[in-house]
């Protein structure tokens, strides 16, 4: 069986960096990018030797050429690109007053915009590969709204996410290409230091535990398995699927 290559963005921490360890796990070849060198740098001495099956390459995804440019850059280290996990998200709240423009086009360039090129140009390398895998990651609150939580920019943001979901799982369907989401709720990563300092964040999450069914808060590697399933070449009867990772929260 040939080894497979990925792409990981967002992947110098968090469920990216979670994601990585597991497809290196699996034997696959992976490129995890992000656009703080140092933080993929670290990622890469956490993750320890792998004998050059893992490489990293700094790039802002919201940028066209830079989309491109990581793309190719996978392409001369692993000579293929099999699957892309397009994990790369920030986030920005406020109520829909508050905030402001550019706070909005920084949450929908990176989000959406970043996803729509990756999916892009990684697509055309995947179908010269044969076919693979595309897995974005898109949350709860693209399909529902929480309580206490004003996320208008980032909602739209990842339904945008899930729309661009379905409609590249048709279109690419006759290049052998799938393409699905994970929706995951609270997850324990970097991202949730955007809405408070640690001690803030650690309060809030004996709240957000009540309001998860399973009653605890998720970990990066509960939504990195989903991800492995879903760009796994054996579920290849996979695509347009919108897989919830949140402990039962959108059932609440």
């Known amino acids: 069986m040939k080894t497979l290559a990925a792409l990981v963005t967002g992947g110098g921490s968090g469920i990216g960096l979670a994601t990585a360890r597991l497809l290196l796990e699996e034997g696959a070849n992976v490129m995890i990018v992000g656009r703080d060198s140092a933080k993929l740098k670290a990622?890469?001495?956490?993750?320890?030797?792998?004998?050059?099956?893992?490489?990293?390459?700094?790039?802002?995804?919201?940028?066209?050429?830079?989309?491109?440019?990581l793309i190719g850059e996978a392409i001369k280290a692993f000579g293929r690109l099999d699957i892309l996990v397009n994990n790369a998200g920030v986030f920005r709240g406020g109520t829909l007053s508050d905030m402001h423009e550019e706070d909005y086009d920084y949450v929908l360039d990176i989000n959406l915009k970043g996803t729509w090129f990756m999916c892009k140009f990684g697509s055309r390398a995947i179908r010269e590969s044969g076919g693979g895998s595309i897995v974005n990651v898109s949350?709860?609150?693209?399909?529902?709204?929480?309580?206490?939580?004003?996320?208008?920019?980032?909602?739209?943001?990842?339904?945008?996410v899930l729309g661009l979901t379905k409609a590249l799982a048709v279109e690419l369907a006759p290049f052998k290409i799938r393409v699905n989401a994970v929706l995951p709720a609270v997850i324990r990563t970097p991202i949730l230091n955007y809405l408070a300092d640690q001690e803030g964040v650690d309060k809030m999450i004996q709240q957000w535990k009540k309001?998860?069914?399973?009653?605890?808060?998720?970990?990066a590697e509960d939504v990195a398995r989903a991800i492995v399933f879903l760009s796994h070449p054996e579920n290849n009867w996979i695509t347009g699927a919108e897989l919830s990772v949140d402990g039962g929260r959108a059932s609440w």
């Open 211 to 219: 309001v998860h069914p399973l009653g605890r808060v998720g970990e």
């Open 43 to 69: 990622a890469a001495e956490e993750i320890g030797n792998t004998d050059g099956r893992l490489k990293i390459m700094p790039g802002d995804v919201s940028r066209e050429g830079n989309a491109n440019m």
């Open 139 to 160: 949350s709860f609150l693209a399909v529902r709204g929480a309580k206490g939580m004003p996320s208008s920019a980032y909602s739209a943001a990842k339904a945008g």
